[in-house]
């Protein structure tokens, strides 16, 4: 007999690798989520845009419009026009009533009264209210600028402050909220590109009763795994990687500068990215061979994994949300990554340390968990379900 | 050669094995003949390993598989219980994957995997995807797996069910072939014919234990009976579980 020349966790690997390219479903689901999500995204930031930057004109009731022409006539240079079509349903109109007293109390320098009626809480017609509420401050100022210069005063004397705002939210940090969203589809791709293949080369393995013979050959059912492991990680790098390209490249086709907001990643950046999701894939793939080799069947381990992967929403979407800032979570498998990318994407000055520190950590955990699975393997307990 | 000494092994309240202990020797064809639940998959798993044994020891030319797997599994072609191909994998790559976890890669195995691909006279479904095979075709496969580093002990669980008349010669001659070469073999089986065709010594085992042991004419003079089947039902005490 030859002497073996190669580790036995390449020769799994290869076997693993080839076997599930050529099994469709594995790859399809690979690329569909990498493809389907940012395009998802993209869809989604289209109609926000177009909501945001909506330069038509808002269509609201108007009364008692013949008391006053010039007012009608300053709104209507504002885009704010009388409605003549009814309301679409489930929305609420927006009715604005100039007072009958409006022409004496103008003349006789009385605060006219004008009433705006819509729901304030309406999140689709907030940007129309506030659109009427500054076209009539507008207006209202530019009276009173009248009034005093009439009775000889320099109108800035009620102004006794001017503010000027200088903003300092880069382009990139305004986009921040908008991008952390995309962010989670770039972290959860690594766990969905590489589930099935998970899947199919444990649980599977145990379905189709080949794992018996697999584990009675001689390798150590550590080395197994590990070949198993890598295999699988490729193909969540696989997705990791195309949603990390895609998700700029559909980027640069939305308008995002309409709303104030650059994303300009570049290739280094992207070589990083990828870099910093290899081992969160190795993670990913780990924690999902754990469960789908308890399992029985492939049906058992697509359940167990469903429930696997609230894990990741819900540690990135937690943090997203409670806002926490501890520098732990720097550290950390996931939120490590998360952080990064979110310093990446922001444009600040990403904390290197960190960065690595988090990057080992998750390889540690992700080989200490494939070392458990071995273990666990060896166990005639496990392998038969006794 | 194959020793298996006072094997024990006990699943809750269940014994599986007790006290079991034969011999499978060099040149041989050792037949492992016992009605269904007898212990027989258990046995040979402990042989290779797969599951521990309470007590005693079963060692493949004196090594324990349960303290060195690795060294022990080397020396042991193994067809078990339940094979199972991948289905997106040809034939060749199948037995090719076993090949290289034998250690034997490039050159080496590909002329290990094309031998035994010919000994199985299965050049003609070589290189084709498993989906579709019938069953005689998988164990064909399954039988390449186990052959294809020559291995110096045959492990098989039940190597026949399931197989049509071809096969089934196919399987003896091969069976027969390799004993000729030196290897210990070592099979399991509920169906009688096949054992007395086959074996050079029968191990009758039944609720894990050795009901008797010798070669087919030995058996029949024990029992003073003249065929195989008559003897094996009076050894057990019943006819249950056995196919004739």
Known sequence: MSKSVRSPVGIVWRKELKDAIRDKRSVMAAMSYAFFGPLLMAVAFYVMISQLTDPSDVEIDIKGAEHAPALIDYLQQQGIIEREKDWPAGQQPIELVIGETWADDIATAQPAPVTLTADFSATKQRSDIRRIEKAIEGYSSKLSFIRLQMRGLDPRVVQPIDLVKHDTATKGSRSAILMGSVLIFILLSVFFSGMNVAIDISAGERERNSLELLLSQPLSSHQLVLGKAFAASCFAMFGGVLSVVLIPLIFRFLPLHEIGISVAIEWPMMLLMVLMLAPLALFATALQLFVSFRAKSFKEAQTYISFLLMLPMLAVFGVEFARLKNPVLYYLPLTGQHQALLDIIKGEALQWLPLLVSGVVTAIVSLLIIRFIGRMLASEKVVFGL | ?244
């Open chain 2, 1 to 244: 050669m194959i020793q298996v000494t006072e094997l024990r092994k006990q699943f809750g309240k269940v014994t599986a094995l007790d006290g079991l202990t034969f011999t499978a020797p060099e040149g041989q064809i050792t037949g492992l003949l016992g009605p269904n639940g007898a212990g027989k998959t258990t046995c040979l798993r402990t042989i290779y390993g797969l599951l521990k044994a309470d007590s005693g020891q079963a060692l493949i030319d004196g090594i324990d598989a349960s303290k060195q797997p690795l060294e022990a599994r080397r020396n042991i072609g193994i067809f078990p219980d339940k094979f199972g191909l991948y289905e997106r994998l040809t034939a060749r790559e199948q037995v090719a994957y076993f090949a290289a976890l034998h250690g034997l890669e490039k050159e080496a195995g590909q002329a290990a995997v094309q031998e035994a691909l010919e000994r199985l006279d299965m050049l003609a479904i070589a290189d084709r995807k498993a989906t579709g095979f019938s069953q005689g075709q998988r164990m064909k496969v399954a039988l390449a797996q186990a052959i294809v580093h020559r291995p110096k002990h045959l492990i098989l669980d039940e190597p026949s069910r399931g197989l049509d008349v071809m096969s089934t010669r196919i399987l003896r001659d091969l069976l027969r072939e390799l004993r000729s070469q030196g290897t210990s073999i070592l099979f399991s089986s509920h169906v009688m014919q096949e054992v007395a065709a086959l074996c050079d010594q029968v191990v009758v085992v039944a609720k894990g234990k050795v009901a008797a042991q010798g070669t087919t004419e030995e058996l029949c003079q024990l029992t003073g009976e003249s065929a195989l089947e008559e003897a094996f039902v009076k050894i057990i005490g019943t006819d249950e579980g056995i196919a004739a």
